[in-house]
C-alpha cells in the first residue's frame, strides 16, 4: 500500500496523518504536452476504529443508559424518572454540540451527524414513554392524588409486574424502543456501506 504506480512512501510517512493511513500513491501527467508537470496523489482511509467511532458508540451507550428510567417505579412523581432522561439529553447536547474537525465545514448530514440525530431521537421517545408510563401507573402509589389513583384501576393490568422485572407497560417500552435502534442501526449501516462504495468507485 505503500507502493504504486513507480511510487514509494516511506513507512513513517503516516506518521503526520494522524487519523488516517495510505491505501495507495498513483501519480499522472495532468497534461501530456508539459514533461514538467506531474501530480502525486495519495490515497487514505480513516481506520474503522479510530476515534470517532467511539464517540458514535459511547452516544448509543447514552441513549440505552436512558432506558434505565423505565425502572424507575419507586416513586410516583414524573420527576423521578425525568431526571435520568434530562440528565442524558443534556449530556448527548454537550457531547454533540461541536463537529469534529473533519466535518465541521461539511454542508451536509455526515453519518456521524445523522448518528447523533438518532440518539437524541431515542433519548426524546424515552422521556414520553415516561410521562404515559407516570401518567397511567403513578396512582399505584398510597401519596398518589386522586386523579392518577383513577387512571391506574382503569389500566391496572398494564402496571402489573411483566417478564422485564417492571412494569408491562415498560416492559412493552423497552420492546419498542430496542426494536427502534435495531431497524435504526440496520438502515444506518447499509447507508454508509452504499455511500462508502459510492465514493470508492468515483476514485
Known amino acids: ?87 442524558i439529553i443534556l449530556t448527548l447536547a454537550a457531547y454533540t454540540s461541536s463537529r469534529p474537525a473533519p466535518i465541521e465545514k461539511a454542508p451536509y448530514v455526515t453519518f456521524h451527524d445523522w448518528c447523533e440525530q438518532v440518539c437524541m431521537f431515542l433519548v426524546t421517545g424515552i422521556s414520553l414513554q415516561n410521562v404515559v408510563a407516570v401518567v397511567t401507573c403513578g396512582g399505584e402509589h398510597e401519596e398518589a392524588p386522586a386523579h392518577m389513583t383513577a387512571m391506574f384501576l382503569q389500566h391496572e393490568e398494564a402496571c402489573s409486574m411483566s417478564w422485564c422485572w417492571s412494569r408491562k407497560i415498560d416492559c412493552q417500552g423497552l420492546i419498542l424502543l430496542i426494536a427502534l435502534w435495531l431497524v435504526l442501526t440496520v438502515y444506518s449501516s447499509v447507508w454508509l456501506v452504499r455511500t462508502r462504495s459510492r465514493a470508492t468507485r468515483a476514485l
Open 1 to 87: 500500500r505503500l507502493r504504486g504506480s513507480g511510487h514509494f512512501a516511506v513507512p513513517g510517512a503516516e506518521d503526520s496523518l494522524l487519523e488516517f493511513n495510505i491505501c495507495g500513491l498513483t501519480g499522472y501527467h495532468p497534461e501530456p504536452s508539459r514533461g514538467d508537470i506531474y501530480e502525486l496523489s495519495i490515497l487514505v482511509k480513516r481506520p474503522p476504529f479510530a476515534s470517532h467511532f467511539w464517540d458514535i458508540v459511547i452516544m448509543n451507550l447514552l441513549a440505552m443508559l436512558a432506558a434505565t428510567a423505565f425502572w424507575d417505579t419507586a416513586a410516583p412523581e414524573l420527576s423521578s424518572r425525568m431526571s435520568i432522561s434530562l440528565t
